[in-house]
């Protein structure tokens, strides 16, 4: 009896080790970190070639072949008059935006994203971390709604270094993520739109709506498609 018992109990924590591996690779951080520096070799040497195309292809590679369909970690982002995000704490779709106070955003950018985070603040919740020191995210924090979740991250801050290493020096600045109510990554969207200095307020308006409802599209599709397959198997009302 005892033999069985420390066989079970050897099997058990066995499985559990093997559960937690296979968790951790199923991770967006775990998977970036493994793919990144050969992308970032080719990709160099692509563009100074200036084979921009390949540099494209690259990339599009490293999200649908390794990153697409990862589990998002679960980031604790700092917000300024609340406590820290918690991402897995969202039961909705996240759409998550990166910026930086020094990385202006074109006009008519905040205030198109505003209108959506209204529009979709019942099916979607928008984020945007800013990689700022808290003093210097405070002016541009203000311009965004507050159905927008506003967080921030920084090289200085210790405990955000996990967070910094992983989101913004692998894929830059401005990035889009995609994540389902499940943190399952969905998409990934890197830059932004510059529409230059002669396009008026409206027009550029415009043009960053459109980027941003695509984007958003995505997500209300995909989740759509998720409660119809529950609705079949009979699992949602």
Not at 59 to 82: E, P, Q, V
Not at 221 to 235: C, I, K, M, P, W
Request: with cysteine.
């Amino acid at each position: 009896m005892r033999k069985f018992y420390l066989f079970f109990l050897a099997f058990n924590l066995l499985s559990f080790t093997l559960f937690a591996q296979d968790s951790a690779h199923a991770l967006f951080s775990y998977n970036i970190r493994k793919n990144i520096s050969p992308y970032i070799k080719n990709s160099n040497a692509a563009y100074e070639k200036g084979n921009t195309v390949l540099g494209e292809k690259l990339f599009d590679s490293l999200i649908h072949n390794h990153l697409i369909g990862t589990k998002f970690d679960n980031f604790a982002l700092k917000r300024l008059h609340k406590n820290k995000l918690q991402l897995n704490t969202i039961k909705r779709p996240i759409y998550l935006l990166t910026y930086s106070s020094w990385c202006v955003p074109s006009k008519g950018e905040i205030p198109a994203l505003n209108k959506l985070a209204k529009k979709y603040e019942k099916d979607i919740q928008l984020v945007v971390v800013l990689w700022d020191r808290r003093h210097d995210m405070k002016r541009i924090a203000q311009r965004f709604s507050y159905r927008i979740e506003v967080c921030y991250a920084h090289e200085t801050y210790h405990k955000d270094s996990y967070t910094v290493s992983t989101l913004k020096h692998t894929l830059g600045i401005p990035t889009t993520f995609l994540i389902d109510q499940d943190m399952n990554l969905i998409d990934i969207r890197r830059g932004g739109i510059n529409p230059g200095p002669k396009t008026t307020y409206l027009e550029s308006f415009n043009i960053n709506y459109s980027r941003f409802q695509d984007g958003l599209n995505v997500l209300l599709l995909n989740e759509n498609t998720f409660q119809s397959r529950l609705a079949s198997h009979g699992l949602f009302p």
